[in-house]
């Protein structure tokens, strides 16, 4: 199973003062932390799901393009968890929370619609912000433990964010 850590978020929120939308994952998977950037598991589906959807290779490029191109189109990333205890990347086993500072995550940026990425994300987010249960969509997760769902499907239903833009 693996052992329980306590680890506190190890990225920088991407952002600028031309951010409109504020995509949340849960946190950091292992490969995403040891990479020091978000959805590194070449397995996870997020940025073949934004190549498709903005005719742009977010994929393939360097960490440095792939910011680059998300604040081009003025997609602003984080997790919604920010220190907890966890093990390896399960979500599940998500526990000793502190949670993300939101108010400072939309600081000086014109975020006004936030998206979660995946059930854990969105339940956690409600469970912290409950005011804000009819501000965010919660869409399906990107993640290869969301097996059932195809990249088309994926694609279909992430290009919501797109009227947010």
Excluded at 5 to 30: A, Q, T, Y
Excluded at 47 to 65: A, G, H, N, P, R
Excluded at 119 to 125: D, E, G, I, P, R
Excluded at 158 to 163: A, E, G, L, N, R
């Amino acid at each position: 199973m693996g052992n329980k850590e306590k680890i506190s978020h190890p990225l920088k929120m991407v952002k600028d003062e031309n951010s409109k939308i504020l995509i949340l994952g849960s946190f950091p998977s292992v490969i995403s932390r040891k990479k020091n950037f978000f959805y590194m598991n070449k397995f996870n589906r997020f940025y073949q799901v934004l190549t498709k959807l903005f005719d742009e290779d977010f994929y393939s490029c360097s960490i440095e393009e792939k910011i680059n191109l998300l604040k081009k189109y003025h997609i602003s990333i984080f997790d919604v968890v920010i220190e907890c205890e966890i093990v390896n990347s399960s979500d599940s086993s998500i526990r000793a929370i502190r949670y993300i500072d939101l108010e400072k995550a939309l600081d000086n940026t014109k975020i006004d619609k936030i998206f979660l990425n995946g059930n854990k994300a969105y339940s956690l987010f409600i469970k912290k912000y409950p005011a804000y249960i009819d501000e965010v969509i919660k869409l399906p997760s990107t993640s290869s433990a969301n097996a059932k769902m195809s990249l088309d499907d994926l694609v279909e239903q992430w290009k919501v964010i797109k009227d947010f833009l």
